[in-house]
């Protein structure tokens, strides 16, 4: 009876899928093994009779094992502890292990799954993912960004803006827009050529940036002409830093011809009514600004104009 339940455990042990070993639990030693081990490692089962946890343990798994090995030697399963070994071409394969230790006995029974492919796809889906989250984020950039001067598009700032115009009516402050439009664009653009003329917007907007407050957000709208939204700003603040902004473009050192700009500005005053839509603020922005913007023209250009001061 004892023969024929040893060759019986024999054959379940040696035909499992799983990778099954017993141990010494004083120093791990591989006292027994099944054919799953020779599978997967490739080394033939003479080499891996008598060797220890760390034989063929990666360098960089060696701390984690052993803490792992503490628990076992103080009578604590290990379930589902991972780690890698070198096989027979060099290559290291992921294992996972469920680990009971026998104190009385002295030895540790294993079970040990191969999950390097497991592994291996989760790092491919990470890295796909990766990939993916890249080019979606390039692609909202490049559907947010205008391609000559690098600012937000028409699109970005309007999103911004009505989401400004949310939040502003919420906190109850005071909300401004510019709108800025080069003057004499057109001439500059017959004189000097396209090339030239994008190149002036280009600087245009790079020196915008750097006049406007870190919390403004500037964009460019179509053509010649660009927007600013200003948080938190009321109309006598909001007309400050117009000025400042037609000042320091009237004043820069263009190249070719002197650059000048007119500017439109509309100030709202939230007090957070239900009874006006949110669509309502956003227009009225828009249009008032524009307005002002209008009335800038007419008065000669190279000037502020803000919708209050238009009769």
Known sequence: ?????????????????????????????????????QRVLGWPKEKLLGLGPFDLLHPEDIEPTLKEIEKLKQGVPVLSFQN????????????????????????????????????????????LAAKLKKANDQLFEQASTDPLTQLK????????LNYLVNLTRKQKNS??????????????????????????LTDLASVLAKTIRESDILAR??????????????????IEVAEKLVKTIRNFKWKGMPLTISVGVATSDFDSSETVKIEDDFTYLIE???????????????????RSQIL
């Open 1 to 37: 009876m004892d023969e024929e339940y040893e060759y019986n455990f024999e054959k379940f042990f040696d035909y499992s899928l799983d990778m099954l070993c017993i141990s010494t639990l004083k120093d791990g030693a591989v006292i027994r093994l099944n054919s799953s081990f």
């Open 84 to 127: 890698r070994y070198r096989s027979s071409n060099g290559t290291y394969k992921h294992f996972s292990w469920t680990i009971f230790p026998d104190p009385k006995a002295g030895l540790l029974y294993a079970i040990a799954r191969d999950v390097t492919k497991r592994i291996d796809s989760n790092r491919r889906i990470r890295q």
């Open 153 to 160: 598009n028409r699109r970005a700032f309007n999103q911004e």
């Open 175 to 200: 909300l401004s827009l510019f709108m800025i439009d080069v003057d004499y664009f057109k001439n500059y653009n017959d004189r000097f050529g396209h090339p030239a003329g994008d190149r002036i």
């Open 221 to 238: 709208y179509g053509g010649e002409e660009f927007v600013v939204a200003l948080p938190d700003t009321p109309e006598a603040e909001a």
């Open 288 to 306: 008032n600004a524009d307005q002002a913007l209008y009335q800038s023209k007419v008065k000669g250009r190279n000037q502020v104009t803000h």
